[in-house]
């Protein structure tokens, strides 16, 4: 079966300091890849997807990027974070056939102070 | 306008009760919807596909209307578990062949004893 991990679950980081997520998916081969961020009370915003190794699409202007070193790996950064930058962070992953469900790892919770 | 509006709630309701969500879109080519359940400070998980001819998982029934671009959730026999946000979810194509999920912001419900 397929799971899909990330970490950390929780993060405080000041303004201005780097940031790094990792995502990693175990059980699917040339899964297509999501990074959601939900501020408090919000909806899931979509940041980023990928549907192959090197593949970044990029959904809204902001002060993040995403890189995918690897098939099943999702890294989601930023050189200085900022205050808006606070949420609620999730990684998702679909199969590529594109009809179908997504699953949703655990997610990081973000403040930035 | 948003490509998926829900009514945000909340929904108010005693154990027992019937509640129904509405949701519509707005991408007459979206091919795929779903319902998912997000509990508090949790991730979203799948609660079921919608389909064009109706479906029904227990005391949870989807409908699709594809002319009206409409989607609900019937609960039947409300239980205190139940309580949770629920995101009515349309898988969309995008410019480059891949799908996207577009989320709804949710709508809350509510089960009192």
């Keep these: 079966s397929q799971t899909i991990h990330q970490w950390p679950a929780t993060l405080v980081q000041p303004v201005g300091s780097p940031l790094s997520l990792e995502c990693t998916v175990e059980g699917t081969s040339n899964p297509n890849l999501y990074w959601y961020r939900q501020a408090a009370g919000r909806g899931l915003q979509l940041l980023f997807y990928s549907v192959g190794i090197g593949q970044i699409s990029s959904e809204v202007p902001q002060n993040l990027s995403a890189s995918r070193p690897q098939d099943r790996q999702f890294i989601l950064s930023s050189k200085k974070l900022l205050l808006s930058d606070s949420g609620f962070y999730l990684c998702a992953w679909m199969t590529g056939t594109g009809a179908e469900t997504q699953y949703f790892g655990p997610g990081t919770r973000l403040l930035v102070l | ?113």
Excluded: H
């Excluded at chain 2, 309701?13 to 519509?24: K, L, Q, R, S």
């Excluded at chain 2, 919608?50 to 019937?74: H, K």
């Excluded at chain 2, 039947?76 to 996207?100: E, F, I, Q, W």
């Design chain 2, 1 to 113: 306008r948003k490509e998926v509006e829900q009514d945000p709630g909340p929904f108010n309701v005693p154990e027992g009760a019937t509640v129904a969500f509405n949701c519509t879109y707005s991408n007459s080519a979206s091919q795929s919807f779903f319902w998912y359940r997000q509990d508090c400070r949790k991730e979203p998980k799948l609660l079921m596909s919608v389909y064009s001819s109706g479906n029904e998982d227990g005391r949870f029934t989807a409908q699709l209307n594809r002319a009206s671009q409409y989607i609900s959730l019937l609960i039947r026999d409300s239980k205190l578990s139940d309580s949770a946000t629920y995101l009515c979810v349309v898988n969309t194509p995008g410019m480059d062949s891949s799908y996207k999920l577009i989320f709804g912001s949710g709508t809350r419900l509510l089960v009192r004893p």
